[in-house]
């Protein structure tokens, strides 16, 4: 309400309107008159006063027409009635059309000036009760957008988030908790945990926390199986909901499915496991042999020192073999494979590999040939990335291969692909270990291969780098008949 209540008497008797003006301007009231019914309602639309007094009999338009007009116009502003022909009918059907008080005339100022402070009062009470509807309505409706805000969040979370109150009942279970739990909130809400969640671990690790007293619990995690899926693991975060007097009143649960991180985390404790050993046997062979040396054992006999030292050599030759290998490894699981991508020629690439390879190949007394195709398609690689694939291959096409075989570098076309086949005459591959042979650190062992150095990570490297040109590798084998190797590359098209 405003700070100088505004007043308007509405009366048809010019000395009422005066007697009225003067008395409560002396009460520091702004006061407007009209000596009829159409005159007032005029000044009450143009000036919203707080209170009217209201003339019940005037000419063309009567007090009670008034009454209803102001009301229609707004129901905040009081109304008295102030007459000289009161009645009871007439106070009653006044107070029906909305008139807060009744004044008979003639009246003193005094029972003016009570009237108008109640009225005034009425004013304000009205105006408070409208300003904290609309604060309701207001707060409500941030109430529902907060909800609606909170709801859409808690849908969309990628982990799973379910709440369980004192009673231990579910309260509250998102779509990605439902699907990791296999439940459906219809079914599930309002019920017991026990027994609910199939899930013993995670059923107890609520429990626990909901049965806490006298402590302040705080924040705790905890891997638990899935229990409907094999091999799959979830990090449950558990937080309880403190009240007042720090009491559990219920518990919030977030669930993560960190399945692939603790594969990921296996394979490379796995990794480290493999290094470790495949670094131990060569190290520890060349320490025999130098103590052997420095023990002076071979004291004088020049020809075992000989041995002795190419053996550490052959041995240091095998660690440095292995140690490009894991750095091979190394730059493709950090993708630093097949970076510089463009057409190339491969029978080019393999004549260079069978030139590079043909020492070792007269070394090991195999024959060593190169047969392509006319008018092979490119591909589209990295060509120091193929020239390395190749080189393997045909490196361990030699050296598992008898004195007097052979080995055959071949390149086709075939539909789409470009094919190249490295295939010996060598000892050949058991079916049963074919299926292993590109995992890191495998090797076959069989008396015929006991005693060739490898790192067994040459064909994983291998299959990587391939994989890597949109391509792939299949083997053909026959124990003591050798082994084929075909890598499948996609054909460059010109256009």
Known sequence: MRSTPRILVVDDEEIIRLGCQRILSDEYYEVLTAGDGCAGLALVREKSPDLVLVDLLMPEMGGMELLEAIHQHDKKIVTIVITGYATIESAVEAVKKGAFDYLPKPFGPEELRAAILRGLERRRLLLETERLRKERERNLLELAVERSRTA?????????????????????????????????????????????LQNKALEEFMLGALAQHGSHPVLARKEIPSGHEPNTVLAATLSPILSDTNEVIGVVVVLRDISEQKRIEKSKSDFVRMVAHELKAPIGAIEGYLNLILDGMVKGDQARQRQILERCRDRAAALLSLIRDLLDLSAIEAGKVAQE???????????????????????????????????????????????????????????????????????????????VAVKDTGFGIPPEEQSRIFDEFYRVKTEHTRKICGTGLGLAIAKRIVECHRGYIEVESEVDRGSTFAVHLPAYKTT
Request: overall charge neutral; glycine content about 6%.
């Open 152 to 196: 859409t969040i808690i849908q969309s979370m990628g982990e799973g988030l379910l709440v369980v109150n004192q009673k231990r009942q579910l309260v509250l279970l998102n779509p990605v908790a439902q699907k990791m739990l296999r439940l459906h909130d219809a079914q599930a809400l309002g019920k017991p945990i026990e027994a609910l």
């Open 341 to 419: 991508m463009a057409p190339v020629e491969v029978d080019k690439i393999l004549k260079e590999v069978v030139e590079l390879m043909g020492s070792e190949a007269r070394a090991q007394e195999v024959t060593l040939k190169l047969s392509t195709a006319e008018r092979l398609p490119k591909v589209v690689g990295d060509r120091e990335d193929l020239m390395r694939v190749f080189t393997n291959l045909v490196s361990n096409a030699i050296k598992y291969n008898r004195p007097g075989g052979e080995v055959t570098v071949s390149a086709s076309s075939q539909d789409s692909y470009l094919v």
